[in-house]
């Protein structure tokens, strides 16, 4: 019994013997729920580093919007140049639609909402040149 007591002795007396955490302390708080970014809206006023650069490339969106379906075929999504071949010979601009409108399991512009139709033919592009 007596070396129970003491282990519990030991044990209780080492968690009090820590050091602070200050994990928790409010300005590493504050850091930890700080946002990682900003929103911008145009009209907005915002500095010229903070506004946007211009279009996104093809391979951006792809990257950001595109790739979760047509980089692995998730839900029929062509992938390979098989694939796209049948939706290639429907032309261009059915292509373009399909992907502005939605088409089978696709939904309006994938995942991208704000995307522009110029950025959504930009991925088109990048992903049927592959």
Known sequence: MKKLSAVLLLLTTTAYAQPY??????????????????????????????????????????????????????????????????????????LLKHALDGFNAMPPRGTCMDCSDEEISAAIDFMTAK
């Open 21 to 94: 955490d200050n994990s928790m302390a409010e300005d590493a708080i504050k850091k930890r729920l700080a946002p990682i970014g900003a929103v911008y809206l145009e009209g907005d006023k915002a500095t010229v580093a903070e506004q946007p650069t211009g279009p996104r490339s093809g391979e951006q969106v792809y990257q950001a919007s595109c790739f979760a379906c047509h980089g692995t075929g998730a839900l029929g999504a062509p992938k390979s140049a098989e694939d796209w071949a049948p939706r290639l010979a429907k032309g261009a601009d059915t």
